[in-house]
């Protein structure tokens, strides 16, 4: 079965150029391959694959997380960068600056500049961390 393989996460993107300065300039991605309408970079051992479409950020969930070991480190360092990260006013969760905390789980959210939905994310994960984003 596909458990055995990588797997890959696809974005849609308006604008290629836009793109690649926001995911190499400001999270540090490294190119793999790039076109006139594609890009691929990795991040640790996994690939994201962005492409130009009409239908960017259409998805109003999450489609990508981080899994990182010091959120408010990386936090800081996005913020810095002039990344600017989503709350939900209707959420349960405790939020601490930027950062839902739930026990020792802690996530924060924010947007590629299509409205991709990108996550930050620490801890063991619970079904308990309830924040949506719209």
């Known amino acids: 079965m596909l458990g055995r393989y990588d797997v890959s996460v696809s974005l849609a993107v308006k604008d290629i150029a836009t793109a ?25 051992h996994v690939k994201l694959h962005v492409y130009e479409s009409s239908q960017a950020g259409s998805n109003k969930a999450t489609a990508a997380t981080w899994e990182v070991e010091n959120i ?13 990260f989503e709350h939900d006013t209707n ?29 930050l994310h620490s801890g063991v994960r619970s079904e308990r961390l309830d924040v949506h984003l719209t």
């Open 72 to 84: 408010e480190s990386e936090v800081v360092e996005l913020r810095n960068l002039g990344i600017e």
């Open 20 to 44: 690649r300065s926001f995911y190499i300039d400001k999270l540090g991605l490294m190119v793999e391959k790039e076109s006139a309408d594609e890009a691929t970079y990795s991040s640790g």
């Open 91 to 119: 959420s349960s969760t405790q939020l601490e600056g930027d950062i839902y905390v739930d026990g020792s789980e802690k996530a924060a959210w924010f947007k590629d500049p299509d409205g991709n939905v990108l996550c």
